[in-house]
């Protein structure tokens, strides 16, 4: 186990990698999954058959292919995803500013692959708000978007946040899969490195990958039970 | 009372939901100030062909027009028509995350964009109108069923409606609650309001309305002053509905 207190520099790097690669994946999932949604329940039938389209799309692949299509094809479309070079944001997550792109490429999959599942958590909590709130909103006048902004959105939630909870921590362990994209030093590459190239014994490596792993989502998952707590609104 | 061209207009309105024919080519047009109260038996689609008029259902064919237009397509237009058509609801269907005040000026701030203290000012009058000022900064689920539905009430008034719609509004009520929403109600008819009522509350078709409609299987059946109605119904359907509901 000497191990993990030797290499503890190599962890608590990882660990910092990870939190905030987490953190914007989450962010961007969060954003393009509420637009998603919207999409989805909205009264204009492109706009539903895009989001439609959208969600049967990255849901049905797996992320590893989503993770190939933007560290490859991103590239020979000549992109280098540089609008996430956001100023100000690249001086606090400075892995978005880097001249290799894959950080920014990992981020674009998985905060795409994931916004398909925040889409659908967020449709659910608004199926869950019976229909005669909308109704009411519509009939003071209300228009579809003020409807979903003042009425309908703020009590989603309450039905949102427990399938939402299971979406970020299952993508929090998704996140695993971006050091296989060219994303060096986050928790997995450095599982990787300490066993392959470090030659330290795989059993104690991973047990404290996986520390640092749990620390991310088990006080998500408690944190996220006293938002459901909190949102209880009585009807 | 009615006077000059009408404010709600139907013309040969059909709806269907899937194989039912929920309206059934029903016409009918109520005045400025009118009081119109729709009885029948449940599936009679008296709900229906009151939340046709502000569109919340759409129709099969036929024509509704409101204050001289004819409802628009969904959109702008629409929700602009709505926000002169108050609805109150069987169900209250209060925004059950805001308080009663934030329920009231809602609509004023965001449809009106009313200044808040403004809104804020009006629809404490308005709480007080229906009795229920105290209760202002309390949510919809603090309340009893009558004092949810008279916030609704207060809702729909906030808008300044041209007419009031009202979709079997106390059929949710504990019979105890019932006599104050319908005060409320009498006092709007009183006070020149239009208002089309759909209700089982005979007492208040009685003594609050202009003229009953009577419809039955989609069809508007019958429609007369309320005496004359429940004296000497014309119709065997409406002579059969009465006698069930009238003898107990």
Known sequence: MDVLVNNFDVFRNGFFVTLQFCILAATGALIIGVLVAVMRISPVPPLR??????????????????????????????????????????????????????????????????????????????????????????????????????????????????????????????????????????????????????????????????????????????????????????? | MATGEPLIVLDSVNKWFGPLHVLDDVSLSVGRGEVVVVIGPSGSGKSTLCRTINRLEPINSGTITFDGRALPAEGKALAKLRSEVGMVFQSFNLFAHKTILENVTLGPIKVRKEKPAAARERGLALLDRVGIANQADKYPAQLSGGQQQRAAIARALAMQPKAMLFDEPTSALDPE???????????????????????????????????????????LVEEAEPNEFFANPRSERAKDFLSKILTH
């Open chain 1, 49 to 235: 058959w895009l989001g439609s389209t959208y969600v049967t799309v990255l849901r049905n692949c797996p992320l590893t292919i989503v993770m190939f299509f933007a560290a490859f094809a991103l590239p020979a479309l000549g992109s280098n995803a540089d609008f996430l070079r956001i100023p100000g944001l690249d001086q606090i997550f400075k892995r978005l500013g880097t001249d290799l792109p894959y950080f920014r490429f990992a981020l674009i999959a998985l905060s795409v692959y994931t916004a398909a599942f925040v889409a659908e958590a967020i449709r659910s909590g608004v199926n869950g708000v019976p229909s005669g709130q909308a109704e009411a909103a519509r009939a003071i006048g209300l228009t579809f978007t003020q409807n979903l902004r003042y009425v309908v959105l703020p009590q989603a939630w309450k039905g949102a946040v427990v399938p939402l909870g299971s979406v970020l921590i299952a993508m929090i362990k998704n996140s695993a899969l971006a050091g296989f994209f060219g994303v060096a030093g986050d928790l997995s590459a450095s599982a990787q490195s300490l066993t392959s190239a470090g030659g330290f014994p795989i059993i104690p490596v991973f047990i404290g990958i996986s520390l640092g792993y749990l620390i991310l989502t088990v006080p998500l998952g408690l944190l996220l039970d006293r938002v459901e707590r909190r949102q209880a609104v009585a009807r």
């Open chain 2, 177 to 219: 609650m019932v006599g104050e929403v319908l005060d409320v109600m009498t006092s709007l008819a009183r006070d020149g309001m239009t208002m089309v009522v759909v209700t089982h509350e005979m007492g208040f078709a009685r003594h609050a309305a202009n003229r009953v409609i009577f419809m039955a299987d989609g069809k």
